[in-house]
C-alpha cells in the first residue's frame, strides 16, 4: 500500500527563493468524506490527479494517487467542491539531497507559506534549511483540507504563530 510520509514546516523568510528551480500553479477542491478519509482533486497547470488519502498515523498516511483528464477535473472541480478551492504556487527547492516543496497560497489563504518534506521512513534524518521555521506537520489547521473551511485570513493573530 502506497504510504505518504511528509513533516510540514512553516517558512520565515525568503532566502529559499534563491534555490528553487521549478514552479506550478495549483487549484484544488475537497470531495465530503468521513472517517479521516480524503478525496482530492488537484489541477497543476495542465495536468490533474484524483487523490485519496487515508487516516493520519503520526507524520504517514495511506495514499492513491490517479492521473485524470483535465476536462474531468474542471468539471469535478466545479459540480463537486463548488467554488471553494485551496489555490496556490507550489515550489520545488533541492537542499541537502532532499527536495522541499514550498506552498505560497493565494485567495482566502494568502499570507501563508509553507514547506513540506516527504521521507522514506518517518525518522529519517534530513538537513534543516534556515529559512525552515516551526513544524507544523501534526496541526490539523495547516492541512489543505482544512484551510478549505477555514482559511488563514479568518485566523487571529495567535493562530498565525
Known amino acids: 500500500m502506497p504510504v505518504e510520509i511528509e513533516r510540514k514546516y ?18 484544488q477542491g475537497y470531495f465530503p468524506t468521513s472517517n479521516g478519509v480524503t478525496v482530492r482533486v488537484r489541477i ?4 490533474a490527479r484524483l487523490t485519496v488519502k487515508g487516516p493520519v498515523f503520526g507524520i504517514s498516511r495511506p495514499e492513491f494517487e490517479y492521473p485524470i483528464p ?9 459540480m ?24 505560497e497560497f ?7 507559506v509553507v514547506a513540506e518534506i516527504e521521507l522514506h521512513t518517518p525518522d529519517e534524518e534530513f538537513p534543516v534549511p534556515e529559512w525552515i521555521g516551526r513544524e507544523v506537520s501534526q496541526e490539523v489547521r495547516f492541512r489543505n483540507s482544512h484551510l478549505l473551511r477555514y482559511p488563514y485570513s479568518k485566523w487571529t493573530d495567535d493562530e498565525k504563530k
Open 44 to 47: 497543476a497547470d495542465d495536468f
Open 106 to 112: 493565494h485567495g482566502e489563504n494568502e499570507g501563508l
Open 10 to 27: 512553516l517558512v520565515q523568510n525568503d532566502s529559499w527563493k534563491a534555490l528553487a528551480t521549478s514552479s506550478r500553479s495549483l487549484r
Open 80 to 103: 463537486f467542491c463548488g467554488r471553494q478551492l485551496v489555490e496556490k504556487r507550489r515550489w520545488h527547492v533541492p537542499f541537502g539531497g532532499f527536495l522541499w516543496e514550498i506552498d
Open 70 to 78: 483535465l476536462a474531468d477535473a474542471e468539471k469535478m472541480l466545479g
